[in-house]
C-alpha cells in the first residue's frame, strides 16, 4: 500500500504565503504524475497544480501566476508553494500519485490539508 502524508496546511491573512507537503512511502517503483486538488464547501474537487516526472507542469488558471509545484523525487514528495493567497483559496488540497508497485500501477490520495484564508 501506498500512503500519502500531506502537511503545511493552516491559517493565513489574504496576501500571505503557505507551502504544502506531501511525502509517499510504501513499495513504491516509480511515481509518473504528483497532483494537488481543492475542493471548497459544496464545491467539486478541482485540479490545482500538476507536475509530471519529467517536470512538466500545469495549473489552474485561477492559481498560475501566485502556485508554484514542485517536486523531489529522491524524497516521494511534492510541494506545492501558494503566494499571494485569497480567500477564494480556501479549501481541503489533497495531494496524489500515479505510482508503480509490484502489481501496477494506481492512484493514490492524500487525507487532505485545511488551507483556509481570511480577509
Known amino acids: 500500500q501506498v500512503q500519502l502524508v500531506e502537511s503545511g496546511g493552516g491559517l493565513v491573512q489574504a496576501g500571505g504565503s503557505l507551502r504544502l507537503s506531501c511525502a509517499a512511502s510504501?513499495?513504491?517503483?516509480?511515481?509518473?504524475?504528483m497532483g494537488w486538488y481543492r475542493q471548497a464547501p459544496g464545491k467539486q474537487r478541482e485540479l490545482v497544480a500538476l507536475?509530471?516526472?519529467?517536470?512538466?507542469?500545469t495549473y489552474a488558471d485561477s492559481v498560475k501566476g501566485r502556485f508554484t509545484i514542485s517536486r523531489d523525487n529522491a524524497k516521494n514528495t511534492v510541494y506545492l508553494q501558494m503566494n499571494s493567497l485569497k480567500p477564494e483559496d480556501t479549501a481541503v488540497y489533497y495531494c496524489?500519485?500515479?505510482?508503480?508497485?509490484?502489481?501496477?500501477?494506481?492512484?493514490?490520495w492524500g487525507q487532505g490539508t485545511q488551507v483556509t484564508v481570511s480577509s
Open positions: 496524489n500519485c500515479y505510482v508503480l508497485q509490484r502489481l501496477g500501477w494506481s492512484l493514490a
Open positions: 507536475v509530471i516526472s519529467d517536470g512538466t507542469t
Open positions: 510504501g513499495s513504491i517503483f516509480s511515481i509518473n504524475d
